[in-house]
């Protein structure tokens, strides 16, 4: 059981180039979510996914795009890459809810530590 | 969504008992109060979670008031290998979870 497993770990890009981060999960999760971490500003939502077909824009969402078309996977799509999209990525996922305890229990990734020059 | 509030940093030292407390004035009738741990280079990792009074496991205990505007992380005896951010996290089934800033808790030795 892999739990959520992100690619690359490391990436260097230069302004203007795309890329996407890739994040998969084998818990059957439907909750699937992006997070950046800067220094200083905690864990920042970029956006999430309630199941295949579903996305929706988080608090920090310019720049980024994303698809769901499998329960698995929800890639994360930089289409131009800006300097200030340097950053360490997290993708998390969580079971169904159902409004139980289990609404806040987020697996994380291990983190994609991006740099844009 | 309910915002948090915690302390940047706090430091211990080894074999004390730690507390680190999160203000969540905004919180709703079915949010549930999560904290995680992260360690650097690594993603946060889940401890604890409650939802009123008293919860424990074998890693931390967490304290919630009565009017849960409040919770604090109870690390007892902590160690070097405590050193690590520790967020707190409010939400019930909510889509976006959003977390704070953290507090960076320094064991010393």
């Known amino acids: 059981n892999a739990g959520v497993t992100q690619t690359p770990k490391f990436q260097v890009l230069k302004t203007g180039q795309s890329m996407t981060l890739q994040c998969a999960q084998d818990?059957?999760?439907?909750?699937m979510s992006w997070y950046r971490q800067d220094p200083g500003m905690g864990l920042r939502l970029i956006h999430y996914?309630?199941?295949?077909?579903?996305?929706d824009q988080g608090e920090v969402p310019n720049g980024y795009n994303v698809s769901r078309s499998t329960t698995e996977d929800f890639p994360l799509r930089l289409l131009s890459a800006a300097p200030s999209q340097t950053s360490v990525y997290f993708c998390a996922s969580r079971p169904p809810t159902g409004g139980t305890s289990g609404a806040n229990v987020l697996t994380f990734g291990a983190g994609s530590r991006l740099t844009v020059l | 969504l309910a915002k948090t509030t915690q302390p940047i940093s706090m430091d211990s030292y080894e074999g004390q008992e730690v507390n680190i407390t999160c203000s969540h004035n905004n919180i709703a009738t079915n949010d549930y109060i999560t904290w995680y741990q992260q360690f650097p280079s690594q993603g946060p990792r889940f401890i604890i979670q409650?939802?009123?009074t008293k919860v424990t496991n074998e890693v931390a205990s967490l304290f919630i008031p009565a009017d849960r505007k409040s919770s604090t992380l109870s690390l007892p005896r902590v160690s070097l290998s405590d050193t690590a951010v520790y967020f707190c996290?409010?939400?019930?089934?909510?889509?976006?979870?959003?977390f704070g800033s953290g507090t960076q808790l320094t064991v010393l030795p």
């Open positions: 996290l409010v939400g019930g089934s909510a889509r976006q979870l959003t």
């Open positions: 818990m059957n999760h439907e909750y």
């Open positions: 996914s309630v199941g295949a077909g579903i996305t």
């Open positions: 409650g939802y009123k």
